[in-house]
């Protein structure tokens, strides 16, 4: 779809500066712009590339000065990265496949389909599964028996949404995940371990975003529980009977091991792991590789393996660094001792 500068203006609320009939029709990064494409400016530290950009129009803020002329024509918003992502979501609803069952995608009879939704090549979905109005399920997505996908989901290619679990609306799926693996359930004997049956389901909210080759395992009874507008990063695992709260956000190649239970509006950062049974309280903020063996209270900020308050941790970790200085300066003074 071309639009013009004038007609994107509108929809964002902003100010044109510059010509407003020249005309995009696709998106690029400001600075590999090229002509008939949009970009945006919202870091300070790309400022240089207005200048050298061959994008045809570009988004900053409404306060932005140059120090010389700009070739792109603007256009001036309060908040050009929200600007921009609103746009984006738009592009991305242009190129939504076209609503219909491919001919080999296997469905059961007793499945229920709603109005609107694309069913991709090779997807596979069992008896009893329910899916939403104006979803999308993609190429060789396997929806099992008992399955319930809201409406609005989106379900990326190789997707598997085991037996019982339930999406809310407005899901997303990206390549590769699972939903309702067996959680991680074995009784030790003195020769062997058994596997414990896993019989509960897992349950995501709506507006919930799962990156791909993340897994989120069964509970064991009950329901593993992902609350409204969670957002989960690539390779992320998520065991049996954890909750984690309305509107988290977790980085890549982060575990939390099984009960789990997670606030509202956490922030944890790539590569942490968080060990079973704990609970981590709302606004709780995770640096990095950290390791979290112990409850967290409402909105603590802990850095490190053991974690810790991040103060301490970043005092602590500039004396460790001066360690072999330290011991040399009082291997000195003792000898003159």
Same mark, same amino acid.
């Given at each position: 779809?071309?639009?013009?500068?004038?007609?994107?203006? @509108?929809?964002?609320?902003?100010?044109?500066?510059?010509?407003?009939?020249?005309?995009?029709?696709? %998106?690029?990064?400001? &600075?590999?712009?090229?002509a008939g494409s949009l970009s945006f400016l919202a870091n300070p530290k790309y400022n240089?590339?207005i200048l050298t950009t061959k994008a045809s129009v570009v988004i900053v803020k409404d306060?932005?000065?140059? @120090?010389?002329?700009?070739?792109?024509?603007?256009?001036?918003?309060?908040?050009?990265?929200?600007?921009?992502?609103?746009?984006?979501?738009?592009?991305? &609803?242009?190129?939504?496949?076209?609503?219909?069952? *491919?001919?080999?995608?296997?469905?059961?009879?007793?499945?229920?389909?709603?109005?609107?939704?694309?069913?991709?090549?090779?997807?596979?979905? @069992?008896?009893?599964?329910?899916?939403?109005?104006?979803?999308?399920?993609?190429?060789?997505?396997?929806? &099992?028996?008992?399955?319930?996908?809201?409406?609005?989901?989106?379900? *990326?290619?190789?997707?598997?949404?085991? *037996?019982?679990?339930?999406?809310?609306?407005?899901?997303?799926?990206?390549?590769?995940?699972?939903?309702?693996?067996?959680?991680?359930?074995?009784?030790?004997?003195?020769?062997?371990?058994?596997?414990?049956?896993?019989?509960?389901?897992?349950?995501?909210?709506?507006?919930?975003?799962?990156?791909?080759?993340?897994?989120?395992?069964?509970?064991?009874?009950?329901?593993?529980?992902?609350?409204?507008?969670?957002?989960?990063?690539?390779?992320i695992q998520i065991a049996h009977n954890v909750e984690i709260g309305e509107h988290t %956000?977790?980085? /890549?190649?982060?575990?939390? /091991?099984?009960?789990?239970?997670?606030?509202?509006?956490?922030?944890?950062?790539?590569?942490?792991?968080?060990?079973? *049974?704990?609970?981590?309280?709302?606004?709780?903020?995770?640096?990095?590789?950290?390791?979290?063996?112990?409850?967290?209270?409402?909105?603590?900020?802990?850095?490190?393996?053991?974690?810790?308050?991040?103060?301490?941790?970043?005092?602590?970790? %500039?004396?460790?660094?001066?360690?072999? &200085?330290?011991?040399?300066?009082?291997?000195?003074?003792?000898? @003159?001792?």
């Amino acid at each position: 779809m071309i639009l013009t500068a004038g007609v994107i203006a @509108e929809l964002l609320g902003g100010i044109v500066d510059g010509d407003p009939h020249v005309q995009v029709s696709t %998106v690029s990064p400001i &600075e590999s712009g090229f002509a008939g494409s949009l970009s945006f400016l919202a870091n300070p530290k790309y400022n240089e590339f207005i200048l050298t950009t061959k994008a045809s129009v570009v988004i900053v803020k409404d306060d932005f000065k140059a @120090e010389f002329d700009v070739k792109p024509t603007l256009i001036r918003v309060a908040d050009p990265y929200s600007c921009f992502a609103l746009l984006l979501q738009k592009y991305d &609803e242009m190129n939504r496949p076209k609503a219909g069952i *491919h001919p080999s995608a296997i469905i059961s009879d007793s499945a229920k389909i709603g109005q609107n939704v694309t069913i991709s090549a090779g997807a596979v979905i @069992e008896e009893n599964a329910v899916v939403g109005d104006n979803s999308i399920i993609g190429a060789l997505v396997v929806l &099992e028996k008992n399955v319930k996908i809201g409406s609005g989901c989106k379900l *990326h290619s190789g997707s598997r949404v085991l *037996h019982d679990c339930v999406l809310g609306n407005n899901c997303t799926l990206h390549a590769g995940v699972t939903i309702g693996s067996d959680g991680f359930g074995f009784a030790p004997s003195d020769t062997a371990y058994s596997k414990i049956p896993q019989v509960g389901n897992v349950v995501l909210e709506d507006d919930v975003e799962i990156g791909s080759n993340s897994t989120i395992d069964r509970a064991t009874m009950g329901s593993t529980i992902i609350r409204k507008g969670v957002k989960l990063d690539n390779l992320i695992q998520i065991a049996h009977n954890v909750e984690i709260g309305e509107h988290t %956000v977790i980085a /890549a190649q982060t575990g939390v /091991a099984g009960s789990t239970k997670i606030g509202k509006r956490c922030m944890i950062g790539g590569q942490v792991g968080i060990i079973g *049974h704990l609970k981590i309280g709302d606004n709780v903020k995770i640096a990095a590789q950290s390791g979290v063996g112990n409850n967290l209270p409402d909105n603590s900020i802990v850095q490190g393996s053991p974690a810790f308050e991040v103060g301490n941790y970043r005092r602590s970790y %500039v004396s460790f660094r001066r360690l072999p &200085e330290t011991l040399r300066a009082i291997e000195k003074k003792l000898k @003159e001792l």
